[in-house]
């Protein structure tokens, strides 16, 4: 496996985000299509497949106290920087909340969600005058895919293979790639070139700081820091993970503008990836060289199981996904031995598949805790051969093939949950409307 390819993957898939991925990746879509216009914005209108909108409906929008996919468009409409990606909604001035809060309390602002485009999809539609433009973001979060103005293309990845992104993805596609090749991959990657992944640790432990020290969102990591100064609550390494990781979390889906470090293209993910992985790094006095390491293994084997779970769905990706990419690192951390990371990835796996995705929101910071003490927990089982056996479930024999099942559970298993989840969340936003 080309260490090259796995840098570039990584590069491409561990960003820095300000809120909640999918109301930034709407802000992204509104932000290219405004600056294509020189005109005032008369009307936005957003086209979203079912996961984006059930994802950014009850989330923070950062520095605005609102919630929802429509604050987001506006202010990306108006900022127009898309330059900054998933951080176009990074220091929004009084002036520009001012205009978003206008454009929304005029009615200018349409938001709609497609039921036929199962992937990822975010449509922007912003008139202005005479002029309008259109812009596209499909199957990953960033990927603009077309922009048109006044009905003429101006990009397409469509029409321009020249212009088509690489798939830093494919280099963990395909039946031989084995996550014991991808971890023997890492370890032969020199540790400094693994460095930059350091940032995300800086990053997402700064806002697990602030998430312990203040009662934000649901106040989740901030009450497990007085319960364990109390000591009604142990400090121990399980409990540390579980802090850490829900206090990121409830800056991050409580809507502070805290950067967080994303992975697989979203921001708790990278909070599940990263945090539990650096709680065990700590307690145990890890080198620096071997957390970077252990990083990026949390990183890979999360991208991997994305491959197969999909980007969106109803499946709980920041707590499956991330936390079986977690576990694998933490075990990693505890001995190197492949056989005790597919222990603990299984273990995981067993423990998690069936929790839904019910849309962003401050309730993500418990699931995100659960996910952490599961990740621990399950790398100190398999430390002392603790293995949900293959007859159970959906665990199978290899990691892979279990892998492969917890794909199928999300799709094409969970496509009618997903659907009946969004039916009752709309329900509650046509009743909230109508009180």
């Known amino acids: 496996m080309d260490s090259r390819l796995l840098i570039s993957l990584l590069k491409a898939e561990v960003i820095p985000a300000m809120g909640c991925t999918e109301p930034g990746a709407v802000a992204l879509a509104a932000a290219q ?137 494919q280099v963990l596609r395909g039946s031989d790639i084995t996550i014991a090749g991808l971890i023997a991959a890492v370890e032969q990657i020199p540790s400094q070139e693994l460095t930059f992944l350091l940032d995300g640790v800086e990053m997402n432990l700064a806002a697990a700081q602030l998430g312990s020290a203040r009662q934000l969102g649901m106040g989740i990591g901030h009450v497990f820091a007085e319960m364990q100064g109390q000591g009604i609550m142990a400090d121990d390494i399980i409990n540390y993970a579980k802090r850490l990781t829900a206090a990121a979390a409830d800056v991050r889906m409580s809507g502070e503008t805290v950067p967080i470090m994303s992975s697989a293209g979203s921001g708790n993910h990278g909070i599940t990836v990263i945090l539990p992985v650096y709680a065990v790094a700590e307690r145990i006095n890890c080198s620096k060289e071997r957390l970077t390491q252990a990083i990026a293994i949390s990183h890979l084997v999360t991208i991997y199981i994305k491959i197969h779970t999909g980007s969106l769905s109803a499946l709980c990706g920041c707590a499956v996904a991330a936390a079986t990419g977690a576990s694998a690192a933490i075990t990693w951390l505890l001995g190197e031995d492949i056989a005790k990371i597919q222990a603990a990835m299984k273990n995981v796996i067993a423990n998690l598949t069936g929790m839904i995705c019910d849309g962003g929101k401050v309730g993500c910071a418990l699931k995100l805790s659960t996910a952490a003490a599961t990740a621990v927990e399950s790398a100190l089982l398999a430390q002392r051969h603790i293995i949900v056996p293959s007859t159970n479930g959906i665990i199978a024999p290899t990691i892979e093939e279990t892998i492969c099942n917890l794909g199928k559970i999300s799709n094409p298993g969970m496509v009618e949950t997903d659907k009946i989840i969004l039916k009752v969340m709309l329900a509650k936003g046509a009743q909230k409307s109508v009180s």
Not at 111 to 128: E, G, Q, R
Not at 151 to 167: H, N, T, Y
């Open 33 to 169: 299509a405004g600056k294509v216009l020189k005109k005032p914005i008369d009307s936005i209108e957003i086209i979203v497949n079912a996961n984006i909108y059930k994802n950014g409906m009850a989330v923070g929008i950062p520095g605005t106290g609102s919630t929802g996919l429509e604050i987001a468009a506006a202010l990306g409409a108006i900022k127009k920087q898309p330059e900054k990606q998933l951080s176009v909604l990074a220091a929004v001035s009084p002036e520009e909340l001012t205009d978003a809060l206008q454009l929304l309390s005029e009615g200018r602002i349409q938001i709609t969600v497609d039921d036929d485009k199962s992937n990822l999809w975010i449509c922007a539609l912003i008139k202005a005058g005479s002029e309008w433009s259109r812009v596209i973001i499909a199957d990953h979060h960033t990927n603009i895919i077309s922009i048109e103005h006044n009905g003429e293309v101006i990009f397409s990845k469509l029409s321009d293979p020249a212009r088509q992104a690489v798939d830093n993805r």
